[in-house]
């Protein structure tokens, strides 16, 4: 099956700053890209839809400008996430996918807020 | 609103023996594709199988093959010869058949696989 690769795959930052989570598909290019977020022992939470060129659309409940995600070409997104608080510590998961097929799933970044 | 329900937390099977995991789903949507996805310890999300709403004859990959029930709105999994490689949390999932569409997971059920 096609690739998909999250970078990095944990990470801890301090209270305050921001970080990047990067999602790549590597031997494919992605019409759209999803971001989920996952607690412990819960299910996958859909963030955002994003599509290549075109504003992410956020789910419900979802701080756009907290959570700011890019997809500036078809094989690479980004999470960014802003001004971080341990309360945003979770599993961030990324899956794209190629036009009317299943989705690819990175394996996941572990962000740890202190 | 579509929404996935899968009514079992855990369950668990003696490994080479059978077990059959359920979900029902709701939806209004004639076609659409449901899923089963495995997450062991690694956390990478696996699809498991896929079945098209259109077709009428239950997907099947080796020791896995599910129920496709359209009518019940139920796609219950079955894993044949349980194997201690099977543990995992499973997720049974939804997509409409839009260009776009998101996919909708249920809460999930952790497979245990007794040795």
């Known amino acids: ?114 | 609103a579509q929404t996935v329900t899968q009514s079992q937390p855990e369950m668990s099977v003696q490994e080479a023996e059978t077990v059959t995991l359920s979900c029902t789903y709701d939806t209004s949507e004639s076609d659409y594709y449901l899923f089963w996805y495995k997450q062991p310890p690694s956390r990478q999300m696996i699809l498991v199988i896929r079945q098209e709403a259109y077709k009428q004859q239950n997907a099947t990959e080796n020791r896995f093959s599910v129920n496709f029930q359209k009518a019940a709105k139920s796609f219950s999994l079955k894993i044949s010869d349980s194997q201690l490689g099977d543990a995992a949390m499973y997720f049974c999932a939804y997509r409409k058949s839009n260009r776009d569409d998101k996919i909708i997971f249920g809460k999930g059920t952790r497979l245990h696989i007794l040795p």
């Open chain 1, 1 to 114: 099956g096609a690739v998909v690769s999250q970078h990095p795959s944990w990470v801890i930052c301090k209270s305050g700053t921001s970080v990047k989570i990067e999602c790549r598909s590597l031997d494919f290019q992605a019409t759209t890209m999803f971001w989920y977020r996952q607690f412990p022992k819960q299910s996958l939470m859909l963030m955002a839809t994003s599509n290549e060129g075109s504003k992410a659309t956020y789910e419900q409940g979802v701080e756009k400008d907290k959570f700011l995600i890019n997809h500036a070409s078809l094989t690479l997104s980004t999470l960014t996430v802003t001004s971080a608080h341990p309360e945003d510590s979770s599993f961030y998961i990324c899956s794209a996918r190629i036009m009317n097929t299943e989705a690819f799933f990175g394996q996941g970044t572990r962000l740890t807020v202190v």
